[in-house]
């Protein structure tokens, strides 16, 4: 596992969840870095995107104003908030690493992944 995501839980419809994606390896740093997601009997898609500066970010219409994706290149971390949660968040989110400094909604442009963490929004 070269990233480590965290913070996934059980919480109600409305509530909130902060994810983590930690770079213990510092190899992200000048990386554009995302968050995509995989329900349950449905392919992976892409959630949310930030460049190596974190200048540049780019989100999913169905998460759009609600998440937010930031990163702590200090702390080699990735962050993903998550308001206003519904059934329909319900999925193992992953973090990721693209191969290329910008941001990018692209599976294909990502390399290194995380294990990730399970986020449960009940209704």
């Known amino acids: 596992v070269q990233l480590q995501a965290s913070g996934g839980g059980l919480v109600q419809t409305g509530g909130s969840l902060r994810l983590s994606c930690v770079d213990p390896?510092?190899?992200?740093?000048?990386?554009?870095m995302g968050w995509f997601r995989q329900a349950p009997g449905k392919e992976r898609e892409f959630v949310a995107t930030?460049?190596?500066?974190?200048?540049?970010?780019h989100y999913a219409d169905s998460v759009k104003g609600r998440f937010t994706i930031s990163r702590d290149n200090a702390k080699n971390t990735m962050y993903l908030q998550m308001n206003n949660l519904n059934p329909e968040d319900t999925a193992v989110y992953y973090c990721?690493?693209?191969?290329?400094?910008?941001?990018?909604?692209?599976?294909?442009?990502?390399?290194?992944w995380g294990q990730g963490t399970l986020v449960t929004v009940s209704s």
């Open positions: 930030i460049s190596w500066r974190g200048d540049r970010t």
């Open positions: 390896r510092r190899t992200s740093t000048n990386n554009g």
């Open positions: 990721a690493a693209s191969r290329y400094a910008t941001n990018s909604s692209e599976v294909s442009h990502y390399v290194k």
